[in-house]
């Protein structure tokens, strides 16, 4: 049923945008609340006027000029104001230049009664400026990264790759990989002792397959044949933002892509022939196969072992293994469900991970796994398989194993699933 | 020179208003206009005093007052100054609101017209810009705009699915609700409901009905995430306390009454749409200040 028109004004946007700002008086304020608590149109106006998409920040250009010092004055003290109050600005802003901005001078103050050890004073100043300078390259290695990945728009080759500025390593409805405890490889712990590496020669972590699965669309199209695939780890979670790479072995064509939220790739563009394929992704191995084009279709499957416990993983700020509007990576592991069962699958949207043991028990957390409790079962019978879902009405979608299919928005109250039309 | 030109000077030097085009006299005239239509922050009724007068006005954004009602008196100065800042913030906010690039340029577009106050001929220019108070910012007035324009738009054009018609399939295993029970939770919930306060009927909607986010709501509210969460679950709790006792208190056993409480949301014929939006009152709203489209006249 629709809800009931009444003939009646409505607040008009100065009150509305006043009210969303929250600069109204309590009195005004708790008119607009009373009227928003009955009018879905008033509700869609202030929530699409202050949803993020409505948002406006600098762009990249902007940032970059700022944090350089190189905006007018006027746009200096706009773009300011806008940093005190937007953390996603701020974020970019620090991540791109870490360093100090040009403009910006260490001045040793001198105070009257240090006149005669002024001399010291400029020499001790001097002495940790230089620390700084020696210091602050090792920071920007990791810094150069972030800054390509934040002031490059996306490469046409990766059409799945989201806006850059905001891109988090993990979109929110990924779901993650549950690596199983991995006992020390045997002939490591028989290796006589290794010479020591060179201090600058990088340590690679060791290839890890991912499961890819390849179909090819037939059709020799005008524009070249496109190469679909999705990426999983050995627990059949999608891997999203794993690097693809093609490479034709007889022939100077190449292709790169980006695996998107949910593991998968596109390739288009392809002359038949055949190709090197290489997935790789930190902390996984890296994998290479042969892909043949010319086939009609081609299903590839191999398996996925995750980095031993002496593999160096390559950690670094391209990558952020904490994204901090949600919290969906954490950089300390997650402590074992209440059961003490092994996990089987988990899922994340927003701040809340489901996480499923072995005997189909559904367990939920709000602090990335630090902390678990039991989500009550509406539903008998086991936990077959969590998924999360970008829907209004739903984070989560869950599956039992009588087939039975339970949404929830908060991963804590479920509600059956309305039956396909 | 009386106390109030003064002050209205010192804040048209604030408020730069020269450069937006504005004479002395209309700014202390907007000024004044501003004060008495929200009669200077105080309650309807209250007499302002001189201090509260200057305290409100040093409250507004000054340059975004006097840039706004210079464009609305149509001063070139002003608009030049406007579509400097605001076109390209404009035009990015009403492509996120509208989520194509393309509707977005249209509606952006389509608000210049009408912020420069064209209107049909034998009419009035007005334009959006005199209901513009200062108290919030020009950008987030713009905005609102912009999504009313875009609400207003999408709501004569698309219908409506109604929810009540969809066919959920039932829960296996559950035996039925007797009609009584279900009749006693239907009543329990409407008066749970409807005593509810204004803000916790705006929560429920936007949570169930709309399916904001915590995060919106949030923002919104201007409060923390975790506090809307808590809000929300005590608020739920509550109601479900209430509808016990009330059950109870009708003659089913406590039993019973958690038993009912477990029935199948959609076997209860209970509009809670209405319920939530609509509730019994016993003084009809004191209506709000009229901005002058038809949409908003309507209630459409």
Known sequence: MSEQLQRRLHPDADLLSAFAEGVLPEHERMRCVEHLAECTRCREIVFQAQGPGAEVHPDAETLSAFAEGALPEAEQAQCIAHLAECARCREIVFLAHPEKPASAVVIPIRRPWFVRASVWSAAAVAALVVLGVWLAPREQKKATEPSAAIHQPAQVEQPERPAAAREPAVPKTARTYTPAPVAPAPEIAGLPEAAPLAPQAPVQPPAVVARVEITEYPEAAPQGSRLTGAVTDASGAFVPGAAVSLAQRDGQTRANARTDASGRFVLDGLPHGVYDLRIEMPGFKTSSQVVDLRAAELAVAPRLDVGSVTETVDVTAATPMLQAESSQVVTRGPRPLPSKLPVQMTAISGKVTLAVDSAGTLFRSTNAGRKWKKVKPRWSGKVDNIEPRESPISAFELTTESGSVWLSRDGEHWFPAPAEP | ?300
């Open chain 2, 1 to 300: 020179m009386d106390a109030a030109e003064q002050i209205h000077d010192e804040l048209w030097c604030a408020a730069e208003a020269e450069r937006a085009g504005l004479r002395r006299e209309e700014w202390a005239a907007v000024l004044m206009t501003v004060g008495r239509k929200y009669n200077f922050g105080l309650l309807p009724g209250k007499l302002p005093t001189q201090d509260q007068m200057e305290t409100f006005w040093r409250g507004l954004q000054l340059k975004d007052l006097a840039l706004a009602h210079g464009c609305a008196l149509g001063r070139e100065a002003a608009w030049q100054l406007f579509l400097a800042r605001f076109k390209a913030p404009l035009t990015q906010a009403a492509i996120g609101i509208t989520g194509s690039a393309q509707r977005g340029q249209e509606l952006a577009d389509s608000l210049y017209g009408e912020l420069f106050g064209l209107t049909h001929s034998g009419e009035a220019r007005r334009s959006p810009f005199e209901y513009y108070s200062g108290r919030g910012s020009l950008i987030g007035f713009l905005r609102t705009t912009l999504a009313q324009r875009n609400v207003d738009a999408h709501r004569r054009t698309s219908r409506e699915t109604p929810l009540v018609n969809q066919e959920i399939a039932a829960m296996a295993g559950v035996p039925p609700t007797a009609p009584d029970v279900l009749r006693r939770l239907g009543q329990s919930l409407a008066t749970a409901l409807a005593a509810l306060e204004p803000e916790e009927r705006f929560l429920l909607s936007a949570w169930f009905l709309d399916g904001r986010t915590l995060a919106d709501i949030a923002r919104l509210l201007r409060v923390h995430e975790a506090t809307v969460s808590r809000r929300m679950q005590r608020l739920t709790q509550r109601i479900h306390v209430q509808l016990i006792e009330r059950l109870v208190s009708s003659g089913m056993s406590r039993r019973a009454a958690e038993e009912a409480l477990g029935t199948d949301p959609r076997d209860v014929d209970v509009n809670l749409r209405g319920l939530l939006q609509s509730p019994p009152q016993s003084s009809p709203p004191a209506p709000f200040q009229e901005q002058g489209t038809d949409g908003e006249k309507d209630g459409q």
